[in-house]
């Protein structure tokens, strides 16, 4: 994928990289390196441990693993600022290494995005504050890819929804600022949701703070409105709970369901996808040991074929790698028509390019072969099957022996409880009487420890019981401005939410990351950017949209009765600066340049949204190009999984 044009994302990635050898240099000589181990993957996107030993860094060690030792005088912490117990651990090994070692250690702690009181505060009773250098790394978003960054920030779906920390919400603002004293201020705010709400409210005090402050690096001719960004959408992760609950059906989200993507890399075994390249294979006698082996295969752009394959419907990806696999042979095959010694040479200087390409079609047609298994069981299709039932409108009691015929198979906990709170969030939650049959079910059949899973998933509100105040029918257009729930009943319908007809094959609409089912979440965005073809979707090629909807509205305009269906405030901010500086500015820049949309992310965003998105930004080439931001990619595993209680009571 080539750089985004508009907002430059290896830039960031480069000021990442800079900073923290910036910060390791200061410390002279050898040292060791202890590092939190949730933020190993972020730093391994844009520095390798080869890079880390160019600047003095002899071995790496796990905060968490506690196994420090003191082979080196320097030592190095870089840890996340945001949690208390990362400073209590930082101060026991402290203490520790003080008192077993007879070298004097300099300790050097980096906190990562910020240096808090909280830290300060427990540093210093643990009586080492005096004895350390602290500094902080502002380290915010990392691309992923080129069109889409992300938060350096651990689980920020639970801490927002389940903790209602709202740290993710100051860190996103810390994040979006940089690119306002960059590139200009977003022209416009547009959003749904109340945390996106509150990160529009901060952005907005953020700005009035670098103004007043006499100091801020930040030019006036910064703080004037954009003229490479259009807008800023933000879109709230609960106004669209369901989304994330169905099984992910594109290519990189089947990879993410089964193996778990982190840091565009996927731990799967060796007996899947084979050793790495260059590596011996293992004798016939230790097949057993190879079992457990785990391989880290990297997922991203720089793979061309999985550039190709990742937003695609997993239905499609068999036929892509097959012509993929006959044009390799083919190209392979020509060497056989180089009648030249020059033909010769182009084929021996294209062979190490084939021959990268032809290892990603083994390592992708493995697990192309894998994934085909697992979605041929019948526990994968009863699943799905209830799935499309709940978001097509089908009764949700109809659902309910499949789900205790699953229970009963011993299926894992989340996927009855991905269900579960499917149901809930789509008919604004079971009947009382079928909530604590499924409540009684799963501590029979999981354990009692899972009443503070369950406590968990209704206090998130995911899994909750029906009430008066919840009915299961919501009145189109009824009740006041600002929802407290998404009426997907209503939704279905005035966003066309299910698409019977998709083209897999060739899509004309987003609702093939689903095989049928449009994102909520996506179709928001739709409804500011692709009003037309949005409506022309709604209500079917032949209608007369343009006369309902100016080509020129923006914001929300025209879809302001939908948002009434749909949970928390709406928002839409313009930001102006000096009218003069402005059409000064625009005069210089020209007026027919494409322009950037910011898609921000609030509590996560699943690999099929992105997917979605991509194909809308596909649509628009030429007109507009989006940049895709999140606190961080996530899954139904990750939403279910932050509620789900670990400990056993049953053992002691």
Known sequence: MSPHPGIDTDAIKDKARKDVLDLLEGVRGKKN????????????????FSTLQDYGVDKVFFLENDNLDTSQKNIVFLASGEKAKNCVAIAAQI???????????EVSV????????????ILEEAGVLGDISIEALSLHFLPLDQDVLTLAYDDPFADLYL??????????????????????????????????????ELLLRMRSEAAADENAATSKRGMMPSASIESLIIIDREVDMVTPLLTQLTYEGLIDEMFGIKNNQAEIDTSIVGQAPGQQPKAQNSAPQQQGLKRKIQLDSSDKLYDQLRDANFAIVGPLLNKVARRLAGEYESRHGAKSTSELREFVNKL???????????????????????????????????????VSGSDPSSQHDTIEELMARDQPLTTILRLLCLESTISGGLRPKD???FKRHILHAYGYQHLLTLHNLEKMGLLVARTAANPFYIPVGGGASESNITNYNTLRKSLRLIVDEVNEQDPNDIAYVYSGYAPLSV???????????????????????????????????????????????????????????????????????????????????????????????????????LLICTTGVIGGR?????????GDFGKG
């Not at 083994?362 to 099957?385: C, I, M, P, S």
């Not at 923006?554 to 879809?559: C, D, E, N, V």
């Open 638 to 646: 990750e939403v279910v999984g932050a509620a789900v209680e670990k």
């Open 33 to 48: 390196l202890v590092i939190e181990q949730s933020l190993a993957g972020p730093i391994g996107l844009f520095a390798k």
């Open 352 to 390: 190490p390019g084939y021959q990268a390409e032809q290892q990603s079609l083994k390592t992708h047609t493995n697990l192309t072969e894998e994934a085909l298994k697992h979605t041929q069981t019948d526990t994968f299709n009863r699943v799905l099957e209830v799935q499309q039932n709940l």
């Open 523 to 625: 179709r928001l965005v739709q409804a500011i950017i692709q009003k037309q073809e949005l409506l022309s979707i709604i209500r079917g090629p032949s209608s007369d949209t343009q006369s309902s909807t100016p080509s020129a509205a923006s914001g929300w305009q025209g879809f302001e009765d939908v948002l009434k269906s749909v949970k928390g405030e709406t928002f839409n901010k313009i930001q102006k600066g000096d009218e003069a500086a402005v059409k000064a500015r625009h005069m210089l820049m020209g007026s027919g340049k494409v322009k950037t949309v910011v898609v921000m992310f609030m509590g996560g965003i699943t690999r099929t949204e992105i997917a979605a998105l991509r194909f809308v930004g596909k649509q628009l080439e030429g007109r507009k190009r």
């Open 163 to 200: 903790r209602k920390d709202p740290t993710s919400i100051f860190l996103a603002a810390q994040a979006l600022m940089p690119i306002q004293h960059r590139y200009g201020l977003f022209p416009r705010i547009i959003g749904k949701g109340d945390n996106a709400r509150r990160l529009m």
């Open 95 to 105: 203490k520790r290494l003080q008192q077993a070692s007879s070298i004097e250690h």
């Open 110 to 121: 980096i906190w990562v995005p910020r240096r808090t009181l909280v830290c300060n505060k």
């Open 435 to 437: 909530l604590d049959n």
